[in-house]
């Protein structure tokens, strides 16, 4: 259960904040007000779980995380890459799953960006798909910015913090979204099983020039995307309606080989559509938010 906290409707140009208790964890999410363009949302998490990691699914997202506890964090993907860090790293769209694996309590402050806001850094996202990078080795201005997130009393003085912090790097980089990637993105997001060929008649643009754009936004390609959109669809039917057959659930969402299905599904969350149904979820309320298995 999801509660809205945050009912001071004298806060002007205040999101409101949402916080659960999950698992072990205390959760606090506000989307983004000023700067949605750029955020999807701002989460913190705290607690000493009843499980011994975080497992996000794929995700068209980028991540810098900011570690607030002291010890260690590590992220390890489904290929079995380990990066440990304990204080800040930059999480790129993975295409595959990452576990965050906690030592004892964790305490860590998330800015869940758009695609293509490795641009901000001077990055490309290309360069961070599917990695995990220190944030410090390509932004010395975060390792200010962890410190006084550190010193902050509260959850909303953090993303205060933040919100000041991007708006002047915002600002200085003149940074906003290319318009046909966005529109791309919008069409797969709104119809998961859309011809990418029919986009060349709505665009006006060929196959190749809109790859290229897309690329380039979000360092996947316009198919690969597609398939993340389906199975996250997939992943959150699923916990809907978890009596429901699977070869059914495969047809509904595109996939019409189960063998291939099952393959797709266990690259994306780790476990087999059966064993799925017995885990549990925690899915960000925020659109386009992060989806958690635990």
Same mark, same amino acid.
């Given at each position: ?5 945050? @009912? ?17 964890? *205390? ?7 000023? =700067? ?61 799953? =990452? ?41 010395? @201005? ?23 912090? !991007? ?18 993105? @919008? ?57 429901? *057959? !699977? !070869?059914?659930?495969?047809? *509904?969402?595109?996939?019409? *080989? !189960? ?36």
């Amino acid at each position: 259960m999801l509660l809205a906290v945050n @009912n001071d409707n004298t806060a002007k140009n205040r999101p409101m904040q949402i916080s659960s208790h999950f698992n072990g964890y *205390d959760i606090h999410i506000c989307p983004s007000d000023q =700067l949605a363009g750029y955020v999807t949302c701002y989460i913190e998490a705290e607690g000493a779980g009843t499980h011994d990691f975080l497992r996000r699914f794929p995700a068209l997202q980028f991540g810098l995380v900011f570690n607030l506890q002291g010890s260690g964090l590590s992220v390890s993907d489904r290929k079995d890459n380990h990066y440990t860090s304990n204080d800040l790293f930059f999480v790129g769209a993975n295409t595959g799953y =990452l576990d965050l694996h906690m030592k004892g309590r964790l305490h860590a402050f998330y800015i869940v960006f758009h695609e293509y806001m490795p641009r901000l850094f001077g990055q490309s996202p290309a360069d961070f798909t599917d990695s995990v990078v220190h944030a410090g080795a390509v932004d010395k @201005n975060v390792r200010s910015l962890h410190e006084r997130l550190l010193a902050a009393k509260d959850f909303p003085g953090r993303v205060r913090l933040a919100e000041s912090f !991007l708006r002047h790097k915002i600002y200085k980089a003149a940074l906003s979204p290319d318009p046909l990637a966005a529109y791309v993105r @919008n069409k797969i997001e709104m119809q998961p099983h859309l011809a990418i060929k029919s986009l060349e008649q709505a665009t006006g643009y060929s196959i190749r020039r809109l790859e290229q754009k897309f690329r380039e936004q979000t360092g996947v390609s316009m198919q690969r995307y597609q398939q993340i959109v389906r199975m996250r669809h997939t992943i959150l039917h699923l916990k809907q309606d978890p009596g429901k *057959d !699977l !070869l059914s659930v495969a047809l *509904d969402f595109g996939f019409y *080989d !189960l063998a291939y299905f099952g393959k797709m599904f266990k690259q994306c969350t780790g476990f087999s559509p059966s064993a799925f149904n017995t885990s549990r979820l925690f899915h960000s309320p925020v659109q386009n938010g992060p989806s958690y298995l635990l």
